[in-house]
Structures are given as C-alpha cells and as structure tokens.
C-alpha cells in the first residue's frame, strides 16, 4: 500500500474526522483545515498526528496527494 498525504477541507466536521481517523488507522498521513478550533481538531492533532489549519489557507493543501472536503 502506498501512504498517502491526505487534506480534509471541513475536518472539524463528524463526517470527515471519522475518514481521517479511519484512514490514519490505514497508514495515511492526514492535515485539515477548518474555520475554528474544536475538540474535535484537537484530538485529531494530539492523538491521530494531524497538522490542522485554522482557519482555511490555501498553503495547507501544499505537497498533498489528494484533497478531500465535505459541503455539509
């Protein structure tokens, strides 16, 4: 399997925390971006080794091979 360096635009979200946690259990590497800091942010930070961004900035997505967001 090829590790992969995935960006989530909206990780803050339910949907999209769950696919990033999911994935990191499937040996990826995961960044996000989100408008605010959450409890949610931060347990993907401390515990899934996330870089998160808050807010959106483009540069987050730099160097990523795949960009993932969710409009909920």
């Known amino acids: 399997m090829t590790t992969r360096k ?33 409890e949610v942010t931060n347990d993907l930070a401390t515990n899934f080794d996330a870089k998160i961004t808050i807010p959106h900035h483009a540069d987050a997505v730099e160097g990523v091979d795949r960009v ?3 409009a909920a």
Do not use: E
């Open 6 to 38: 995935i960006h989530f635009i909206g990780i803050g979200g339910i949907g999209l925390s769950a696919l990033a946690k999911f994935l990191v259990n499937d040996g990826h590497k995961i960044s996000g971006s989100d408008i605010k800091q959450t």
């Open 68 to 70: 993932i967001y969710s």
